[in-house]
């Protein structure tokens, strides 16, 4: 996977194309990152017992990681991802500025 988590992403398709947060989950599996204050849901949910209350819940709902690009610091634009290996170990590389992730 070319985005992990705690990277800084900018969403480029989609309801919510233009904006950027942090990455605070990826599902490997299906291949889908929850992005923080994007792609917000809501939930109502009833009071199960006295601890919990009821009413309207907000939360991020992943989005296809596609949908997605890593923000080079150097620069502060997208960037694809791309690897090199550099004394047998790989690492991640922003295209644009060469700069490691």
Same mark, same amino acid.
Do not use: D, H, L, P
């Given at each position: 996977m070319k985005i992990k988590k705690g990277d800084t992403v900018k969403v480029i398709t989609g309801k919510?194309?233009?904006?950027?947060?942090?990455?605070?989950?990826?599902?490997r599996e299906s291949?889908?990152?929850?992005? /923080?204050?994007?792609?917000?849901a809501k939930r109502h949910r009833k009071a199960t017992?006295?601890?919990? =209350?009821s009413g309207?819940?907000? @939360? /991020?709902?992943p989005i296809a990681i596609s949908n997605v690009m890593l923000i080079d610091s150097k620069?502060? =634009?997208t960037s694809r991802v791309? @690897?090199?290996?550099?004394?047998?170990k790989k690492f991640?590389?922003?295209k644009k500025s060469g700069e490691k992730i």
């Open positions: 919510e194309k233009g904006k950027t947060g942090k990455v605070n989950r990826v599902f291949e889908r990152v929850v992005v /923080e204050g994007v792609n917000i017992s006295q601890n919990t =209350k309207i819940i907000e @939360f /991020e709902s620069t502060g =634009k791309g @690897f090199k290996f550099e004394n047998n991640r590389v922003a």
